[in-house]
């Protein structure tokens, strides 16, 4: 028999206007949840639960996170989900352009990927990453096309970061594919990393 995979997202919770607010989140990010009640058993396959802060105490499921910021304490969820630790080296690779691509990696997973406007929205984007998740050191790893735009992005975040590489972005695109496909790639040039 094989083991139930704890990939779901549970939400406890009877904060109607947190329940709607984090369905809708979500289901936008194309993320599986299941809607919990307090006197049902949590299913097998509940890998977090998200509930309010004044709820916290009575959720009895660990990792349960209280929810303040939306983006916040669905990061911290997968996080949790993950089983990636406080310890952990946060990777986040941007292809630059005037649409960047972002990726965020650890431990050679992909935990989010994003598309943003362009270069001081990347900035917005990696911001929310970086305090959205727990870590002990932070890497930004950027392709060197662009340089215009790389080099507006550098200049919003590179003092964020323990170390900033840029990255050699030939073979990182591929026909077909965007930006947040080559930013996982220039993420995961370092050793550890895989696609």
Do not use: W
């Not at 990939?7 to 809607?35: C, E």
């Not at 929205?121 to 990696?126: E, N, P, V």
């Not at 890497?139 to 096309?145: A, D, K, V």
């Amino acid at each position: 028999m094989q083991p139930v995979k704890r990939d779901v997202i549970g939400i406890l919770t009877a904060n109607v206007r947190l329940y709607y607010d984090l369905s809708k989140f979500l289901r936008t990010g194309n993320l599986k949840f299941k809607i919990l009640d307090f006197n049902s058993a949590i299913p097998n396959d509940i890998g977090v639960i998200l509930t309010s802060p004044e709820e916290l105490d009575a959720v009895n499921f660990e990792p349960k996170i209280a929810v303040e910021d939306l983006e916040i304490g669905i990061r911290k969820a997968r996080q949790a989900m993950n089983g990636l630790g406080e310890e952990l080296v946060l990777v986040i690779g941007v292809d630059p352009g005037p649409e960047p691509g972002i990726a965020a990696l650890s431990n050679g997973l992909v935990i989010e990927t994003r598309q943003a406007q362009n270069p001081e929205h990347a900035a917005d984007i990696i911001f929310g990453i970086l305090n959205g998740y727990s870590f002990s050191q932070s890497i930004l790893r950027i392709g060197n096309g662009s340089p215009e735009y790389r080099d507006r992005i550098l200049e919003l975040v590179s003092g964020n970061f323990n170390y900033v590489e840029i990255v050699d972005e030939t073979g990182t695109s591929k026909v077909g594919e965007g930006h947040v496909d080559a930013a996982v790639r220039i993420a995961s040039t370092g050793e550890g990393f895989v696609e």
